[in-house]
Structure formats: structure tokens, C-alpha cells
């Protein structure tokens, strides 16, 4: 009886079910789109009652019943006998034009449709050229629905494939860093072919257009130990005068590409009759440029290499660096543009991902500046029409995204020194809004600032070492903190609260901590220790309490920090505002192993400035000019001890030190190129640890300082 009672209520269940449909159907038509045809429509004889029926259900709205009743169980219910979801999937996909925009991307997003192929592609991607200042509408698109960034990849790398006949030769093929990344016959580079050697022309290089001018890059892959002479050979004639490198020499330990340039300033190598010399080499935290002279023939060109070391493979760059990166890039082309020029020759290691995004981004960011627009999908596509791997991955197309949408928001944030009183009175002032442009920016850099999670910070959360951190939020991202690799016992672990920073000119220039708790004391000189620390920068002046040990000793005498290190007083020198000590540290091997192999530590030195104008509970300190002093003092320092990385100590790891560190960079960069850019170089500070720079106080001193050394020390430099 029950099932008879089940059965008898079906149709009248359909019936209110169909109701509901049409009207959710009618609800939709009438907000957005209209429908050209029934989806359903002839797709289930079940429902439709048949080819001839056109009801709901057939006739008599029981037809479906009847049926039923004379079924026998071994039967199938339908004539359809594929599972039920690919019958779903393939009935949205013949009517996917008639689903409005926004229900497509939520059945995408939530697997309830397939990526198909372009023809059915829903209206929400953005496959044409879009006006620039749409950009970060489509990336908040984008961010909702995330499956966009996978169909328009997908659909945009389905390009034709072209004839690899050269390629594939079997004396070319040792020429290959990869078998897969290889031109195509139409469009690679024709080296002039050497006397008696077959196959000579080729090298594994493609021309590729940009959105502005076609041929205007060489695409290639870096250079192989047999390779070297090949690409100098293209170089020259090519007449390319910039090379854009965007990989590591090596990474993780595997040749990446070999260095085709010469190792030392002054010196040269010669290949085929070309002769390279390097003249100058600049490093800055995220890449080198380098000035080299090319020479064949008793003519003499100049190259220029722009070399990209912070982006090892299989990895995403800082977008803030590499957006630096092509300003330079692009200054150089300003000053030293000359219309017989023969294109840029830009690889990473195989000419493939790391190639194809920073073509990506320049191109578009060209056609940005000339006409207003992006066209990123297009773009991808015409890339991969011209050389296989352009772009490899649905991360390394979103990463285009995001960087273009950087830029903009961003803009343009430096400007020069001499610039600079006026700039920070214009700063000052307030606008229509109510708000100051330093109240702008900071608020921007606090919407940009990376969060990390606790599995970031999985080392500084277990459980043997949250006890050495003075706050449980502020603990540094696994990636990027300091490692403590002396041994100092079986219960001492390699955690320290500590985070590196870049600064202007070298990756990982500061060591940012906390004032050491108890039983740490020891940890901060296995830092310095470890890391070939020659400074020590202390910013606060606590009394000496349980919360806060003293860490040195200010007399003079020795003293013994953790089971295994050493301090020993050597000289001292008090001013005003600055105390600075010079220390011996020693170091007592009690490991068993390296006892056994008569490992002996050496001895290393080292200085700590301690500024004492900054007390507890000051958001500045009371002297900027001895902030100034201090920093200059350390460089002079380092200048003759080495560079390696300073330590700043704060009394929580937080405030302060990003101040210092930021000023830092901003000066170093008013001594190097005669530019301010506060605002990138808080940026920057901020990567590792979002909680430095955390106020907005804090930030326009930042300003100030640089103004101050402008005013007071720059000069005084210069004249020296």
C-alpha cells in the first residue's frame, strides 16, 4: 500500500515541481536574459511525455503513470541509459548561452559544469581588449569565481601547432635546455650558418610580437655550456643591446644556466672572434644590471643586462620587485633608444613560464600607457601561437593579473630627491575627503600587506617553541625566518623569533627580533653567530628586569650566553644618544660528532648601537638626527667588517624596527639613483612581517628621516 500511495502522489509532486521551475524560469528571464529555447526540451520522454506531446507531462498529465504500471522491474526507467549526472552536464551545455552570465560562473565554480570548448564560453571571460580602468572590477570577478582564470587559460593555450622540423634534428637536439620548450620553423632565429659546420644556424630562440609592434622580443632559452658562443652569435647579429635574464645561475641546486657572461669587472672572454667584456655591475636586493662591451671586428658595441635573482623556479616573485625591475628596464630604453636597435632578448632558464609572464606584463602594460587598455587573454594567446610554454600554468597567468592590477593601484610613487620638501608639503595637506596623501597611502599598503596563516608559522607555533615568543601574533612565516644551526644542546631547538628583511641593495639585509626572554639569551648570539652578523642595532633602552635581561655585558668582562657561546668586552665608545660596544664572540663545540672530528669554532666579532633617545612608550624618538647618526655610523662599520646582515632588536620584534629598516632602504636609494620612494620601501618591509611599520606615526617619520638625512648628512657625503 505504502508503495502504491508513493506511486499515486508522483505526478501530482512533478506538477508542483514544474511550477515552481517555470516560475523561477520566468524570474529569471524577466532580470536578465531570455531563453531561445526549453533545456529540457525532447532531452527526457519521462517528463516531456513524448516527441509529439508539447505539455509539461504527456496528455493527460499521467502518461508518465501508465507506464509505469506495466514495467517490469528488470526494465529501464528511460531510454537514456548514461548516469544521470553526464546527462545533466551534457544538457547545460548545449544550453549554456541561454543561462545568464552570473549562474554560469557559480555552476563552473562548483564543478556542476565543464570547461568546454571556446564556441561555448561563457560571456564573462574576458577575451577581448578591455579599457584599463575596468581592471580591478574584472580582478574582483576573477577573485569570485576563480574557474575564469582556469577557462580562459585552458581555452587560450589551444592554439595550432607549427612545424618543429629543425628542432627536432638530431644535432640540435643536445642544443635543447628541454625537449618540450623548442621554436617553431616560421618564426626562430636564423644564425648566420659557420663555415663547415651543419645545423649551425640554429639556437633554440623564437621572435615574438608584442600587442604594439611585431618581432619586438627574442624569446630564448639561457645559454648551455655549448651554447654560449651560439647566443653571443644571435646577440650580435641581432644587434640586440639589452638582455633580460629572470632566472638563477643555479636554483635548488641544478644549473639553471650557465653564466655566458664574464665573472669579474675588467675581465673578458672571447667566442667565434666576439669578444665580451664586463664594465659595470650594480646590484640592488632583487637584480643586478651590468654593463658589458661587445666587440667584433674592431667594432664595439654596448649591452646591457638586466639580471632578475629573486624568482627561483617553480616560484612567484615579488610583484612590487619585479614592477622596480621593468622601471628601470624601461628608463634605460628612454635614455639609450636607438631606432636601429635589434630587439630585446629576454630567457629564464628554458625560455618558457618565467619569459612568457614578464612578456605579458610589459606588453600590456605598454599598451596600457599608449591606448588606455589591457589584453591579457589575447595576448596569451598570440604568445602561444609564436613559442610553446609561454606562460606554463594557471598560476603564472593569474600572477599577470594581479601585477597589472598592482601597478594601477599603486602608480607611480617615487620622485626625485630634489623634489622632495615640496612633495611631502603637498603630502600634507589634506584633500576633498578629508584625508592627507600619507593617510592614503598607508592605507593602501595595509590593504595590500600579505596575511599569513599559522601553517605558514608552523615552527614558531609548536609546542616547544611558542614559549620563546613574547606575542603568539607576531610569529615569522617559516619561509622567511633565520634557521639557528649551532648546536647548544638536545632540548635547544633552530627557532628564533626572528624574520629577514631586504633592504636597497642586498636580499636579506636585516635580521629583525625582540628583545631576548631568559631563556633565549643564548639564541640571539647563535643569530649572530650563524649568520656572520657583524652589527647589532638595539632601538630601546628597557630597565634591566625579568622581562627584559640584559643581553651584553657593558663592562669590561666576559660572559657566558646559553651553554655554548661566549661574550667578551673588547672596547666601548658612549655618546650622547648612542652607546656602541665591540665584542669577541666565542663559540664551544659540544656536539659529539663534530667533537670526533676535531671541528673547531672560530672566533667572530662583532659591534651593537644601542640608541638611548627612544623611550618606552614614544612613538619617535626624541633626537632624529641621533637615529640619522646611528645609521650612518653602522654603515661605516659594515663598510669595514663586511656586509653581512644587521640585527635590529626591538622591545617586541614589531615597532621601531621597521622604521629603521625602511629609512634605511629610502636613503640608500637617495645615495644610489637620487630617488625617494618611501612607500615601496615600507612595501617591502612589510613582506615578511605585516606588523612593521604598523601605524601610521610611524610611516611619515619614515618621511622625516630621509628629509633630515637629506638635509643634514647628504651633502656633507657628497663633499666627501
Sequence with gaps: MRNRDFKEDM?????????????????????????????????????????????????????????????????????????????IMESASTSLSSIPNRIQLSMLSSGLLKITEEAKAINSMCTKPYASSTHSRVCAEHRKFPILFKAEYQMATKVEAHSIRHASKEANELKNQNKRIVPYDYNRIVLDPLPDVPD?????????????????????????????????????QMNTRMIIMLTKTFDFIKVMCVQYWPANVGGHDEYFGIKVELLKEEELANFQMRTLKVSKAGEVREV?????????????????????????????????????????VVHCSDGAGRTGQFLAIDTNLQLHEEDGFFDIYGYLKKMRQARRGLIESVEQYKFVYEALEEFLTCGHTYFPVSDLSQCLKRKS?????????????????CKMTPRFTIGDCAGGHRADNRFKNRNVLCVPPDNFRPY????????????????????????????????????????????????????????????????????????????????????????????????????????????????MAGIKADTKSCQLFQLMCWPQGHKVPTSTNALVELMNMVEKWRQRTGYG???????????????????????????????????QAVRTVRRHRPQLVNTMTEYKYCYDLVLHYVLHFLQKEVKH
Design 484 to 595: 639557528l644551526t649551532s648546536f647548544q644542546g638536545n632540548y635547544c631547538t633552530d627557532y628564533i623569533n626572528s624574520v629577514f628583511v631586504d633592504g636597497y641593495t642586498h636580499p636579506r639585509e636585516y635580521i629583525v627580533t625582540e628583545w631576548p626572554i631568559p631563556n633565549s639569551l643564548g639564541d640571539i648570539w647563535s643569530l649572530v653567530y650563524d649568520y656572520d652578523c657583524s652589527a647589532v642595532v638595539v632601538l630601546c633602552n628597557p630597565p634591566v628586569t625579568v622581562n627584559y635581561p640584559s643581553f651584553w655585558p657593558e663592562k669590561q668582562t666576559s660572559l657566558k650566553y646559553g651553554p655554548v657561546f661566549t661574550l667578551e668586552h673588547q672596547a666601548h665608545e658612549h655618546y650622547d644618544n648612542i652607546r656602541t660596544w665591540i665584542f669577541r664572540l666565542s663559540k664551544k663545540i659540544v656536539s659529539l660528532t663534530e667533537v
Design 645 to 679: 646582515p644587521v640585527i635590529v632588536v626591538s622591545p617586541d620584534g614589531m615597532s621601531r624596527a621597521g622604521v629603521y629598516c625602511a629609512a634605511n632602504a629610502c636613503i640608500e636609494q637617495v645615495v644610489q639613483h637620487g630617488e625617494v620612494d618611501v612607500f
Design 304 to 344: 646591457v643586462q638586466f639580471h632578475y635573482t629573486g624568482w627561483p623556479s617553480h616560484t612567484q616573485p615579488f610583484i612590487n620587485a619585479l614592477l622596480e625591475f621593468r622601471r628601470r628596464i624601461c628608463l634605460w630604453r628612454q635614455d639609450n633608444y636607438n631606432p636601429t636597435d635589434g630587439p630585446p
Design 11 to 87: 505526478p501530482r509532486d512533478l506538477d508542483v515541481n514544474h511550477e515552481r521551475a517555470s516560475s523561477l524560469g520566468g524570474d529569471i528571464m524577466d532580470g536578465q536574459d531570455t531563453f531561445t529555447q526549453d533545456p529540457l526540451e525532447g532531452r527526457n520522454p519521462r517528463i516531456r511525455g513524448g516527441t509529439g506531446s508539447g505539455g509539461a507531462i504527456n496528455g493527460t498529465g499521467l502518461g508518465g503513470r501508465s507506464k509505469r504500471k506495466g514495467r517490469s522491474k528488470s526494465s529501464s526507467r528511460t531510454d537514456d541509459n548514461r548516469p544521470r549526472r553526464n546527462r
Design 200 to 236: 649551425s644556424d640554429y639556437i633554440n630562440a623564437s621572435y615574438v610580437d608584442s600587442l604594439l609592434t611585431p618581432k619586438y622580443y627574442i624569446a630564448a632559452q639561457g645559454p648551455r655550456e655549448g651554447t654560449i658562443p651560439d647566443f653571443w652569435r644571435m646577440v650580435w
Design 429 to 445: 595637506m589634506k584633500g576633498p575627503n578629508g584625508k592627507s596623501e600619507y593617510q592614503l597611502e598607508f592605507e593602501t599598503i
